[in-house]
């Protein structure tokens, strides 16, 4: 018999699988700890597909592809991609945490990210690839700001992932599509809402990159993400969103606001789980320089001397997992741009 989507979400939400993927006359699957594993034997049936498409609020005589939610019958909420595949009907669904983990649970810096959370304005960039843990982080450092501080923050995402309960906070949270019409209107409209911290969900356009750092030139904290996956990388792309008769206006905005940069990868830990390798550089003294001046190949070099505790690289993460025997030395070696360099640091060499 060919399975339905109720019993599909509940063997993804009893398995924590972070992604379901669905075809027509394919047996459904489940991304779990990043490696995907196949659901039953049974095939999606084209009614259950066209059922579920319908559910999400598609067409599936006129439409190819569409952006969409659903949540489960026990709650889950679900982030939906409808597509088709060789005609036949597909849908990706990534499933949306709700309960926000401690900041100090993550692996990643915690006495870096408050410090950076603490300031009243600036730019703080969480960057990584898809499901690298990117809204977690910075859903555990508002949620760090909404027991210690008393502010308002407004979000924009595309969707709204976790949800705040508002305490020594307030939150106004908005959706992309429900709530405004896209991410550069909700952040010209954000600050009209005496806001004191703003979370974007994602900077991908001129007009939002620009408006992020007049933002915070405004003394506002702004949050945000990108798909990068390295610290000079990350302020490269921020840069290239600018065009070239505005390149030194972005230059010297992105030196004076910019807080710092978190790069983030997930590889798989000894017990079986997900272990957090970061890289990451706070925007102080050279630095502002060095970015004004888009010597952007000092800042790596600086971070790979080591000997700043603000400034550390994925290779320095990685050796110090691998020392710790959270990483095995395979899942070490696979997650570096160049083994030998880490080899090197294993035996001590700089």
Known sequence: MPQNIDSILDAAEQQQA?????????VPRLKINEQIVVLGEEPMSLAHMTAFWQACGANTEGETDRDSGFISRTHTRYRVNLHRTMGRLGAVLR???????????????????????????GLILVTGPTGSGKSTTIAALLQWMNDNLARHVVT???PVEYQFASNRCHFTQRQVGRDTGAFATGLRSALRQAPDVIFLGEIRDYETALTALQASETGHLVLSTMHSERVADTME????LFPADDAKHGVTLLANQLSGVM????????DGGLHLLVEHVENAGAMRDWIARRELQ????????????????????????LQAKI????????????????RRAMRGIG
């Not at 709700?98 to 304005?121: C, D, F, N, Q, Y």
């Not at 000092?298 to 997992?321: C, M």
């Not at 990483?327 to 880490?342: F, G, H, K, P, R």
Request: hydrophobic share 40%.
């Open 18 to 26: 972070s992604d379901v993927f669905l075809q027509e006359d394919e």
């Open 95 to 121: 499933r949306i945490k709700t309960s926000v983990p401690a900041l100090k649970t993550l692996g990643a810096p915690e006495w870096l990210l408050t410090r950076w959370g603490a300031r009243e304005h």
């Open 156 to 158: 924009i995402e595309d």
């Open 237 to 240: 792309r921020y840069l290239n």
């Open 263 to 270: 790069c983030q990868k997930l590889v798989e830990s000894t």
């Open 298 to 321: 000092n800042i790596d070099q600086y971070i790979a001397r080591g000997s700043d505790p603000s400034a550390v690289s994925f290779l320095q993460s990685t050796l110090k997992a």
């Open 327 to 342: 990483i095995t030395e395979a899942t070490a070696m696979a997650s570096v741009s160049n083994e030998a360099e880490l």
